[in-house]
């Protein structure tokens, strides 16, 4: 771990945003269904929207929760292992893969963010690199997660933490730029 997410291979798009016809009409798609079903299922039953997700595309293991009010990008990019949650307002971000494991959690509003464009170039393309969110990790309210971060197993991102590069297994981290500041457990046999 350690590395940041510009020392890992980026996917550049092609010009405008180098998505293909496929992509952009899958994405139609998505969207109809979110905006006119998805999002009116009552937050008790997860099982509707994983199927709907899954019908997207999306690897989804096991019990995991997706609240209403997520909005995810791109259900084929989204994989996420048993117990594993997308809290209500998250936005996904998902033009890379986005990974959750078993038990990891994203509250409210949290913004998982595997896109950007391409600063150093004049046409600005877009760049993708995916997240990955390991088993038993925690990311707060309102946190930003950057492209190719991952965060360790059973982590803890604060609220409001901007997570630009990778965070440790087992630690606390928080901040603007986010960094680990004590270990979670109290108790290191856990």
Same mark, same amino acid.
């Given at each position: ?6 020392? @890992? ?11 293909s016809f ?35 595309? %999306? ?12 909005? *995810? ?30 038990? %990891?959690?994203?509250?409210?509003y ?11 170039? @004049?046409?600005?393309?877009?760049i ?24 360790? @197993?059973?982590?803890? *991102?604060?609220? @409001?933490?901007?997570?630009t ?6 630690m ?15 108790? %290191?046999?856990?």
């Amino acid at each position: 771990m350690g590395s940041s997410h510009r020392a @890992r291979r980026r996917e550049h798009h092609g010009g405008g945003d180098g998505l293909s016809f496929g992509n952009k009409l899958a994405r139609t798609a998505w969207a109809f269904v979110y905006h006119t079903i998805f999002r009116w299922i009552p937050p008790p039953l997860h099982g509707v929207r994983r199927a709907i997700l899954r019908a997207f595309g %999306a690897r989804l293991r096991g019990d995991c929760h997706i609240y209403p009010r997520v909005h *995810i990008w791109a259900p084929w990019n989204l994989r996420m292992d048993d117990g594993a949650c997308l809290g209500p307002g998250v936005i996904c971000y998902n033009v890379a893969m986005v990974s959750l494991g078993r038990n %990891a959690r994203v509250s409210q509003y949290a913004h998982l963010c595997a896109a950007s464009h391409d600063h150093e170039v @004049r046409s600005m393309p877009l760049i993708s690199a995916p997240i990955t969110i390991g088993p038993g990790a925690w990311v707060c309210a309102e946190a930003f997660v950057a492209m190719g971060v991952t965060i360790g @197993r059973d982590a803890v *991102i604060g609220a @409001r933490a901007v997570v630009t590069k990778d965070m440790p297994a087992g630690m606390v981290c928080h901040g603007f730029p986010c960094r680990p500041v004590r270990p979670r457990w109290k108790d %290191a046999s856990r």
